[in-house]
């Protein structure tokens, strides 16, 4: 039986004598019942009590998963569905068909994406049918409940009492009817009390019950009731506001509201909430006038939009581009703003993502030029920053790191932290994090090591979760550069478990890929290669180029004996990545393990590593592939010439004394001595 609230005192005494038969009477019975019905027959050694409990955010999650065959839903389609189903299995399962069978997803190969905006979901017809039901045999509070409903999941007394017609004795009867009949829950006393539905779907099935009329009346005073008297909800909770003044069609105060909720939401990295409220308030501004005032309402909402999007989805999804392609066009509309920095910088990174570089240079290059004429301090931080990323993009080591140590000192010496947020990541955060696989790569990995733990310092002190991930994710990469596996496993890890619980899917993929890397390098390879493959296919599902990730896979390859499928990776990899240092010394390094019969590919492939290394000034990169082509030349008995290739390039390093790479060289130039 569904609800032992609902059976007669007569079959509830024939339960008791059905139990007190003891084990003798051999009979099974499963009694269900809600927390708050106490038993009669309990303390009895052959009964077992079990308290189901509803599913946390992570199995529900995951349910909807299941009913979708294992092919990941849009974020936003999974908030809404858990949110409204409050845990309960049959309801996760019934909305998550639902929304399948909606026309609002388009099914890809390895996931669905939203045909259009996300509607709030309706309650599937058997469920509603049965909460109206409920609904309908309290006509008496019915309106009462309709109001609470309109108020939200949860109310104040103080609130619902500003709002409703009804005098103080009547309210508080109808609360307690609806209390009794297990609608509502109830913490605390009138004045002080606050009411929460018992499930969403319960406020759902009163709300949708209200005339249109009717609703969007309560909805009007409901905001004008909140913006004049309860002014610290309205700042704290500016989302509120918004839903309140859309659903009672005041589309001017709402925009402004989505605006702030979103921009709030985006500072406190809660992205996915972000997004949902921005794009509500961009798709109420297109029915609105295109004034000046509202084109810089909407250029507000598409850079943050844009921020958003990055942490969510990635710097080169085609839904980035298109934000940061209108900001851009309004900044031309609304004349020459500073807003133009951080519009100009999401489109560095979104066309580095595509790897169309001389664009994103080109745009970096825009971005100083503007700063420096406006003489503006905040922007010549940011430009200098994203030009560092173009050109660390493009491989140009040396540029790379003088313009993002300059941004860094701008941020440094003249910028409160406050500043510092115009994208997912705040960028002194950004700047330091990204300074350091460039310091490793120049030659300089303990410089490196420290600009990695300033970042995750300075991330911790701002206590912005998609900083920390961010800095947690470079300082993977300087250790996984250095070659300390559990360094690198540990702050992958740590990455992944962060960004996982704030939904940065971008960062999800990535920090797989390298917690894969470090579980080959520690044995652990078909787990590795497994993880490295998932985050790789999540990488390509944002249209992010995968080349500097495809050498990484085919590393782990290498490191696992596969030849064959680590060559069959390099070669994809050379495709998109022609002059990459790392990329050829690893070729000839399989090369060599495929066979004796490679050596003359192997050492052209080892030469030109160590061309392309000593042209980008990489001294990290040519050390080893210097190492690996005095190895080789070790091996057909070119000691002389193998020890004169090393030695001058391990005798430029001045630090970095304990890393693998440079202890490693230290032992071959003695052998070859």
Known sequence: MEDLHWVDPTTLELLSLLVDQGPTARILALLTFRPDFTPPWTGRSHLTQVTVTRLPRRQAAEMTGRVAHRKALPPEVIEQVVAKTDGVPLFVEELTKMVLESGLLQELEERYALTGSLPPMAIPVTLHDSLMARLDRLATVKGLAQLGATLGREFSYALLQAVSPWDEGTLQRGLHQLVAAEFLYQRGLPPQATYAFKHALIQDAAYQSLLRSTRQQYHHTIAQVLAERFPETAETQPELLAHHYTEAGLAEPAVGYWSTAGQRAHERSAHVEAIGHLRKGLELLTTLPDTLEHRQQELDMQIILGGALVATQGIAAPDVGAAYQRARELCQQVGETPQLFPVLGGLVRFYSG????????????????????????????????????????????????????????????????????????????????????????????????????????????????????????????????????????????????????????????????????????????????????????????????????????????????????????????????????????????????????????????????????????????????????????????????????????????????????????????????
């Open 354 to 673: 595509r790897r169309e570089l001389q664009t994103a240079r080109e745009l970096g290059e825009q971005m100083l030029s503007l700063a420096q004429r406006l003489h503006d301090p905040a922007g010549l931080a940011h430009a200098h920053i994203m030009l560092g990323y173009a050109l660390l993009s493009l491989q140009e080591w040396d540029a790379a790191r003088t313009h993002l140590e300059h941004g860094v000192a701008f941020y440094n010496a003249r910028q409160p932290h406050s500043q510092g947020f115009l994208t997912e990541t705040h960028q002194g955060v950004y700047g330091l994090s990204r300074l350091g696989p460039v310091l490793w790569s120049l030659g300089y990995p303990d410089q490196a090591l420290q600009r990695s733990h300033e970042a995750l310092t300075l991330a911790r002190e701002l206590a912005h979760p998609a900083s920390v991930a961010t800095a947690l994710y470079f300082a993977a990469q300087v250790h996984m550069h250095r070659r300390e596996g559990q360094s690198t496993y540990e702050q992958a890890e740590a990455a992944l478990g962060l960004a996982r619980e704030h939904g940065f899917a971008f960062r999800v993929a990535q920090a797989t890929i390298l917690r894969g890397l470090a579980l080959v390098a520690q044995g652990r390879g078909e787990a590795g290669l497994t993880q490295i493959c998932q985050g790789l296919a999540a990488l390509r599902a944002t249209g992010s180029e995968t080349g500097v990730y495809l050498i990484m896979l085919a590393a782990a390859y290498g490191r696992v004996g596969q030849i064959e499928e680590g060559l069959r990776v390099a070669e994809e990899a050379l495709a998109v990545r022609r002059r990459n240092a790392e990329l050829y010394r690893l070729k000839g390094g399989l090369l060599l393990r495929r066979s004796t019969e490679h050596h003359a590919e192997a050492e052209s492939c080892f030469h030109q590593a160590l061309e392309i290394a000593h042209h980008q000034q990489a001294k990290s990169l040519e050390l080893r592939a210097a190492m690996s082509l005095s190895r080789l030349w070790q091996r057909q008995g070119k000691h002389t010439e193998a020890r004169e290739l090393l030695a001058p390039v391990y005798g430029w390093f001045t630090e970095g004394f304990d890393t693998a790479d440079l202890q490693e060289a230290k032992a071959l130039l003695a052998e070859l001595s």
